[in-house]
Every structure is written in structure tokens, then in C-alpha cells.
């Protein structure tokens, strides 16, 4: 990594420039600060969009909505800001910050729908913008892995979200998230709901990078430092947090939902955590600490009563303000050294005094001491899980998640800035510039300041608690010091957590080892298995299916049909619901026409010579549209005849230039192809028996009549057919020309290339 | 290249001015009586293939309005959308149709938007399967006059 040692390097971005993007999130944060001022929430607005459907843009910002708001905001700019000193120089700046603004628009749009279908269309927004940040670097391989990687396995949940959604939709009869929450209570556990709640639970798990889709989120640090911070701190990997939370009150009540929240929340904390003590990349150590928050806040989401929803909140917001500036460190220290990885880092804090300041105060709040909001939030945390029954194991999995966050802080902290590399060499090292500095320190900043005067921040928390339990009241933030369980809680995770810290380093081998062995098992393998699985079926599909001879294709295709038809057959034989119809004898027109398309059919087979093929072929054309003659469809038989026509003539001038007709020029197949034979029988008999259950029933008049009655008043004419075609379903009509004019469109430069690959070698064929 | 067939040759000329004018009574007649724009479109494409026949399909080509029958199927997409215009101008749906009878005192001259949108069937029917043809004549009857036999020898 080439970083410009100069602090003021030549800018491929004016500053101006940068600081007109810096505007973007600023202006939203002042604009949902005024709201939040001026408006009680929540705040509704409204356009309408799919009336048929009864999908509408709307949007609601409650208090859940808010706090995220002010969170992608407020941290955004912060963002902003410093992808603007971190990337300086680099020709593609104005590309990252047009993407980060694009984010920031799906995130805002995400946490203030209130339709189903437009919280879908911003979420597949964040995946996309997402992917375009975490593969910003796309020169590098490592990086646009990382990008499919996040792309694959959030757009995989994305999509069983749709079909959740869809579901959800269905079985409450709107597309409104604020009233499908009051509506789902009401309804009891269907199996409708059950597999709306399965889909969902996919879709948001997915996004939050829970286990066992939780190996995404580490390989999404190729991403720039400035993305990262953004995507997995604030914002992105919050959705599906921010999901469960809005769903909470709409499936709160169900164990199933408790349960696997509870027991998923608590296995990611736990697993990330200790996946944490593998890494050697202080990213990804801090990217695995994140997973373990997003384990928490599941396991939050998944427990009754409100304690536990003004935890979701206070978390929600202290992991941003913490998590947040622990990543500017990493990018700092990226800056300032060209490594991230620990073993080669200590003792900056001469070189680095400013970065050393904001890890401090990040490091504190992240560990929960005393005086930061991380304490407040650890003591908010306890009081939720001493006022329910607790699962002992979310218990456990927290004292571990405490402990090694205190670990994490520490190394984060502590022991790149103030211990000595040991044995390890020591790296250059620079303090970075203001915009590197500013950002980080502030947030810390703030965090402590919270953690200090928790009193500003209660309202705001409650208001997202009400959101996720209605009548929840104020709590009294406060920042109580006196000895009590909190204090004491927290001797034990920092006793452990000390002790985890400085057993870093024999505690990284053990797990190292112990991954060696584990690793082709575990999820990331079976997700790169499945890449090189997929393409495999697929071709190994193709080439079964399509071997490029025409009759294997018409073969595949009648078989199928068969088979189909034949299973709606015997599905209305069983049900007893099939009739027959009574066998008429044709009259004299039909029998004739029909003898006619016999003939021909029977005729086809035997038949070795292609000019009599193709007026056998022929005859079941003229025969059918005679057919259509006597059954009294005049124009459904002329376009046949019109086509029947222009069909032989076509074919016939073809075969004629390939000299394929004539003496010796015989089709080379076998006379009896018993398979053939079976298939076309089959067919021919299935066909033959839907037909008659289908003429045996009641023949519904009524579109016929209205037809008949309007066609000559409403529309001026008497071919009803006609009519039909150019003027009720005239629309119809319209798309089919289009597609009959694309079709040759498309056609064309196939034809031509067909000629240009015969034209120069003359024994193509 | 085959030998052209002298009759087909002499008949060409006359039959695709009948087969042309057939196609139009079908697609004027077509709202009363059995006919209509998709009808008189096939009937169209036996016409050019006639003449792509005795001609080559070269020739056949030039002889379509517009020499392309993409560009003429364009057109008659073109058409079947243009006619639905009006009505929005009324404030009705796209493509509700209008009538009006323009009298000459002893008889009067119905005219439609239905009767352009039919004639945008009738045109891109007619462009866009003797498109088919015609290319398709094109390449297989070029090549085997290169790799044929008598080539070879």
C-alpha cells in the first residue's frame, strides 16, 4: 500500500469537494434532529405506488427508526469525513463517496419503511451498494472474493426474505409493517406465519451475519477502513438486527421465536468471540467482536420484556460509538504503519498520541468500564437478564462475550499503543492528519460523554423500546458507581478478561491448531464448496438436457408434457372429481378432416424421403385447419392455412438449396425407435383423455356472451375474434407484435453469423 | 444456382400485386367478416416469399416497403402504439379506440384507430416473418452454391 507519507498529499478530490459530500450526511442529521425537535413520533408520510397491489411508499419513522437514523447519520458523516483524509489521492475517491451516498440513502430507506415491499427494495439496495464498497479495491483478487462472498450470502438471504415477505403479506392481507404487528398477535401460529417466520429469520440472520451465515462479515474487511466502519459498526450488519426488532412485537410472544433467537444469538456471540482470539489482523479481531455484538443484540431481541427492548436500544447505540472508532484506529494504524497485523505493532503511542487517545476512550466504553456508556449499557444489559428467566447458556455465552470484548479492548487499546512488540520488529510510524484524528476521537469522545450524562439519551431509547414493546416506560439511565451486581458482574468479566488477554498470545496457537483440523468442516469451506458445486451441476444439467440434437429436445419436451399431463390426470381420476364426455360421431366435414390429419401423422414415420415428409407433415396442417373449418373457427383455420403454407414453401425452397432432396438423399434414422413410439403414445392418449374430461364439464358461457353482446355496440364489429384481438385485449396484442419484432431482432444477427462462419471456409458443411 | 424456373418467373410479377391486394381486403375486412391484420400479414409473407422464389430473396427484400423488414415490423410496432395515443389525450386508458365517419354525401368512410393498430399487426406480421424467411432462404441457399458438387468439381 503505496500511503502518502506527506499530510497534505495532491488531491485527485478538491477538499472542497470532499466537504461537499461531508454535507450529505450532515444535512440528514440535522434534518432528523429537527424532526425529532419539533414532531412527536412516530411521523408518517406516504405516496402511493402499486394501488392494485396496495403497495404504497410509506414511510414511518418511530423511535427504533430514529436511533438508527441519527446513528447512519451522525456516524456517517463521521465516516464521510474520514474517507475523505484516508483515501486522499486516490483517483477513485469520488467513485467511494457517490457509493457511500447511495448506501447511506438505502440504509435511511430501510429503517423508515413501513410497506414490506419498499423495506425489500432498499434492503436488496444496501446488498448492492454494499458489494460495490466491499469490493472497491477491485484490482485486488482477495477483495472482489470478499465482495461475491458478502454479495452471495446476504442475496441469498435477501431473497428468502422476499418469499417471507410475500408469505407475511398474504396471510395478514396487507403490506403494512405498522399494522401487520398488530395483526400477527391476533392470528395465532399458523403454518402460514411459521413459514413466513422460518424466511424471515433466514433473511435477517443472513444480513447480521449470525451463525451459521457468519463467516461473510471478517472477509468483508478487504473493504477500505472508512466501509468498513460504516457497514459494520452503524449500519448494514444492524438491519437484520433492526428486522427482528421491528417484527418483535408481531412475533414476541412465540417460543419458537424466542427460542431461536435466544439460541442463535448466544452461539454467534460466543463462537465470534472466540473465533476473535484466531485472528492476528486487528480488522478482523474487531470484526469478530462485532459478530459477537450482533449474537447479543439477536439474543436481546429474542427475550421478553421490556428491559430487554431498552438494552436492544442502548446497545444499538453504544456499539456504533465505540466499534465505530475502534475501526478509524485500525485504519489509522493501517496509515500510519502499513500493517494491521498485532504481532508487529506496539508502543505507537509516542509516534500516534491522538489515535492512542480515541482507542483509549473507544477501548473503555467497548470493555465497560465504569464511566463510559459501555457500562451503562453492560448495567442496562443485566437488569433485562435478572428481570426474565434467563437461559443459562445466553448467561454463560455473555460473561464470555464480556470477557473477551475486555480482551478485544485491550489489545485494541492497550497493547499496540503502550507495550513493546517483544521480540517483533518494530515499524515506522506517523501520527495521520486531522480528518484521520478528528473522527474517531469525537465518537469516543461522545461515547464517554454519554457514559457520563446518560440522562440525554434515555428518551431516545426508550422511544425505540416503544417501538419494540408499546408502553414501555422512561428508564432511569443512570451512573450509579455503588457497589452492587453490576460492579460485581463486572470484576468477574474483567478478571477473566485480563487474564484472557494476556494468555493472547498461547490461546491464538492452541485455536490454531485446533482450526487447522476443523476448518473443512466449517461453514466458509462448505460455502466455497458449493461455488465450484453449483457451476458442476449445472454444466453436468446442461449438457444432459440440451446435447444439441433436435430430437433428444422434442423428445424431452413431449415426455414432459406427458408426464404432467398424466399426473393432472390421475390427481382428477382420484379425486373423483374427472367426467367423461360421451362419445359423438362426428359429422361427415370433421370425420374427413380428420382422416386427413391421420393420415398424414401415420404416413410422417414410415416415411425416408423429404419432400414426401414434408407434404405428409403438411397434410396434418391443412387437415387441422379444415378441422377449424367445420368446428366454426373461420379465422383460426385461415391463419393456419396461411402459415401451413408459407411453412412447406419455406422448407421446401431450403431443402431444395441444401440438395438434401431427391434420389439417395433419405433421412438416415432407424425405421422403429420404440422410445420415440412410447413417448408420442403416451402423449397422443394423455391429450386425447384431458380433452374429454375437459368438454365433459359445463361449458362457462359467460365471457362468450359479454363478448358477443359488447362486440358489435361497444366496438363496431362483428368478427368477435377480431375484436378481441385489436381492441379489448388490444394491449395484449401489442406486446405480442413487440415480441414477434425483438424475436427478429434477435434472430438476425444469428442468421448472419451463421453465414459469415460458411462464407470463408466452403466445406462448413 | 438452380435454374430458374421460367413460369414462377413469368407469374411472379402479376401474383404479388394479386396476393398483395388479397392481404388488404383480408385486413380491411377484417372487423366484420373473417380476416384481420395477423391473417393478411401471413398472407403478405406468401407474396414475398413468392417472389424471394423466382427472384432470389435479395431481390424480395428491396421489394418490401421500407427494403427491411426489421424496419418495417419497427413501423408496425410503432403504429399499434400510436394508435392508443389518442385516447390518452382524452383521458381515457392507453389504447381505448375511437371512431369517426367521414361522410362524402352518397356514402360516408368509417375511420378507426383501430384500423391503424390493425395496420400495425398487418406490418409487423408481415416484416417480421418474411424477416425469417427471407434471411433464412438467404443462408442456406448462398451456401451450398460454394460447397455444392458441381462447385467442388
Not at chain 1, 41 to 54: E, F, K
Not at chain 1, 278 to 301: F, Q, Y
Not at chain 1, 351 to 361: C, D, G, H, I
Request: hydrophobic share 60%; with cysteine.
Amino acid at each position: 500500500m503505496g500511503h502518502a507519507q506527506t499530510a497534505n498529499p495532491i488531491d485527485a478530490m478538491g477538499v472542497a469537494a470532499r466537504a461537499a459530500f461531508v454535507l450529505a450526511p450532515l444535512g440528514l442529521f440535522v434534518l432528523v434532529s429537527w424532526v425529532l425537535a419539533t414532531k412527536t413520533l412516530p411521523v408518517d408520510l406516504a405516496w402511493s405506488w402499486i394501488p392494485s397491489l396496495d403497495i404504497e411508499w410509506r414511510f414511518r419513522i418511530d423511535g427504533l427508526g430514529a436511533l438508527m437514523l441519527l446513528m447512519i447519520t451522525g456516524i456517517g458523516t463521521a465516516v464521510f469525513v474520514y474517507a475523505g483524509g484516508y483515501l486522499a489521492g486516490d483517483p477513485n475517491q469520488r467513485r467511494l463517496f457517490w457509493m457511500l451516498v447511495l448506501f447511506m440513502v438505502a440504509m435511511v430507506g430501510c429503517v423508515t419503511a413501513d410497506d414490506l415491499f419498499v423495506l425489500f427494495l432498499f434492503w436488496e439496495a444496501t446488498s448492492l451498494t454494499s458489494f460495490m464498497l466491499v469490493g472497491y479495491s477491485h484490482a485486488r483478487a482477495e477483495s472482489r472474493k470478499a465482495a461475491q462472498q458478502a454479495l452471495m450470502v446476504t442475496g441469498t438471504g435477501g431473497l428468502a426474505l422476499l418469499a417471507g415477505f410475500i408469505v407475511l403479506a398474504q396471510a395478514t392481507g396487507t403490506t403494512r409493517i405498522s399494522d401487520i404487528v398488530e395483526i400477527v398477535p391476533t392470528l395465532g401460529e399458523t403454518p402460514a406465519l411459521t413459514t413466513a417466520l422460518g424466511l424471515l429469520l433466514v433473511g435477517a440472520f443472513t444480513k447480521s451475519a449470525q451463525f451459521p451465515f457468519h463467516f461473510w462479515l471478517p472477509n468483508a474487511m478487504a473493504a477500505p477502513t472508512p466501509v468498513s466502519a460504516y457497514l459494520h459498526s452503524a449500519t448494514m450488519v444492524k438491519l437484520g438486527v433492526f428486522l427482528l426488532a421491528r417484527l418483535d412485537p408481531a412475533f414476541g410472544e412465540w417460543p419458537s421465536w424466542e427460542w431461536t433467537l435466544k439460541v442463535v444469538g448466544s452461539v454467534t456471540a460466543a463462537w465470534g468471540m472466540v473465533l476473535a482470539l484466531r485472528e492476528r489482523d486487528l480488522k478482523r479481531i474487531l470484526a469478530w467482536s462485532t459478530v459477537a455484538t450482533l449474537g447479543t443484540l439477536v439474543m436481546l431481541v429474542g427475550m421478553r420484556g421490556e428491559g430487554a427492548a431498552i438494552a436492544v436500544g442502548a446497545l444499538l447505540l453504544a456499539h456504533g460509538l465505540y466499534k465505530a472508532p475502534l475501526f478509524f484506529v485500525a485504519g489509522n494504524i493501517d496509515h500510519g504503519t502499513g500493517t494491521r497485523v498485532i504481532d508487529r505493532l506496539g508502543d505507537l503511542r509516542r509516534q500516534m498520541p491522538w489515535t492512542a487517545a480515541a482507542a483509549l476512550l473507544a477501548g473503555a466504553s467497548m470493555a465497560g468500564m465504569p464511566l463510559s456508556f459501555g457500562f451503562i449499557v453492560k448495567d442496562v444489559i443485566l437488569e433485562a437478564k435478572t428481570a426474565v428467566d434467563v437461559f443459562t447458556f445466553a448467561k454463560a455465552a455473555n460473561t464470555v462475550f464480556g470477557s473477551i470484548a475486555v480482551a478485544v479492548a485491550g489489545v485494541a487499546a492497550i497493547r499496540v499503543f503502550w507495550l513493546h512488540p517483544g521480540e517483533n520488529q518494530r515499524v515506522e510510524a506517523h501520527e495521520c492528519g486531522p480528518a484521520l484524528v478528528g473522527p474517531p476521537l469525537l465518537l469516543a469522545l461522545l461515547g464517554i460523554t454519554l457514559g457520563l450524562f446518560p440522562f440525554y439519551v434515555q428518551d431516545l431509547i426508550a422511544l425505540a423500546g416503544v417501538a419494540m414493546i408499546p408502553g414501555t416506560e422512561v428508564p432511569v439511565l443512570s451512573l450509579s458507581l455503588a457497589p452492587g451486581p453490576v460492579l460485581g458482574s463486572l470484576a468477574v468479566t474483567l478478571a477473566i478478561g485480563v487474564v484472557i488477554y494476556l494468555l493472547w498470545d498461547p490461546l491464538h496457537q492452541r485455536f490454531e491448531r485446533i482450526a487447522a483440523r476443523t476448518g473443512r468442516i466449517g461453514m466458509a469451506s462448505q460455502y466455497e464448496r458449493s461455488l465450484t458445486w453449483i457451476p458442476t451441476f449445472a454444466a453436468a444439467v446442461t449438457r444432459r438436457v440440451q446435447d444439441g440434437r433436435l430430437p433428444v429436445y422434442v423428445g424431452l419436451v413431449a415426455a414432459s408434457a406427458a408426464a404432467a399431463i398424466v399426473v393432472a390426470i390421475a390427481h382428477l381420476v382420484a379425486s373423483g372429481a374427472a367426467t367423461w364426455a360421451a362419445i359423438e360421431w362426428p359429422g361427415l366435414g370433421f370425420a374427413g378432416a380428420a382422416a386427413l390429419v391421420i393420415a398424414g401423422a401415420l404416413v410422417a414415420p414410415f416415411v425416408r424421403d423429404r419432400l414426401v415428409l414434408l407434404l405428409a407433415v403438411g397434410l396434418v396442417g391443412f387437415g387441422s385447419a379444415l378441422l377449424f373449418v367445420f368446428a366454426g373457427a373461420p379465422d383460426v383455420a385461415w391463419t393456419q392455412f396461411a402459415v401451413e403454407t408459407v411453412f412447406v414453401i419455406v422448407v421446401a425452397a431450403v431443402l431444395l438449396g441444401l440438395k438434401r432432396l431427391g434420389r439417395g438423399m433419405g433421412i438416415a434414422e432407424p425405421r422403429f425407435r420404440p422410445l420415440a413410439l412410447g413417448v408420442s403414445v403416451v402423449l397422443g392418449a394423455a391429450v386425447a383423455a384431458l380433452l374429454m374430461i375437459a368438454t365433459a364439464g359445463p361449458f362457462d358461457m359467460s365471457l362468450p356472451d359479454w363478448f358477443g353482446r359488447t362486440s358489435v355496440p361497444e366496438a363496431h364489429g362483428r368478427n368477435v375474434v377480431n375484436v378481441i384481438l385489436v381492441d379489448f385485449r388490444a394491449l395484449d396484442t401489442l406486446g405480442e407484435i413487440a415480441v414477434v419484432m425483438l424475436s427478429l431482432m434477435a434472430a438476425l444477427p444469428l442468421v448472419a453469423a451463421l453465414r459469415r462462419r460458411r462464407a470463408p471456409a466452403g466445406d462448413a458443411r | 444456382m438452380n435454374p430458374r424456373l421460367v413460369i414462377l418467373d413469368v407469374v411472379a410479377r402479376p401474383l404479388y400485386v394479386v396476393i398483395l391486394l388479397a392481404s388488404l381486403v383480408v385486413l380491411l375486412r377484417g372487423h366484420n367478416e373473417p380476416g384481420g391484420g395477423f391473417i393478411a400479414g401471413l398472407v403478405a409473407v406468401s407474396a414475398s416469399v413468392l417472389w424471394a422464389l423466382a427472384h432470389g430473396p435479395a431481390a424480395a427484400e428491396a421489394r418490401l416497403p421500407f427494403r427491411s423488414p426489421l424496419i418495417l415490423s419497427a413501423v408496425g410496432v410503432a403504429l399499434g402504439a400510436i394508435a392508443g395515443l389518442p385516447a390518452l389525450l382524452l383521458g381515457d386508458a392507453f389504447l381505448t379506440h375511437l371512431w369517426g365517419a367521414i361522410p362524402l354525401g352518397f356514402t360516408e368512410i368509417e375511420v378507426s384507430t383501430v384500423l391503424v393498430f390493425d395496420v400495425g399487426v398487418y406490418l409487423c406480421v408481415w416484416g417480421a416473418l418474411a424477416g425469417y424467411a427471407l434471411s433464412l432462404l438467404e443462408a442456406d441457399l448462398e451456401a451450398p452454391a460454394k460447397d455444392s458438387p458441381e462447385a467442388r468439381r
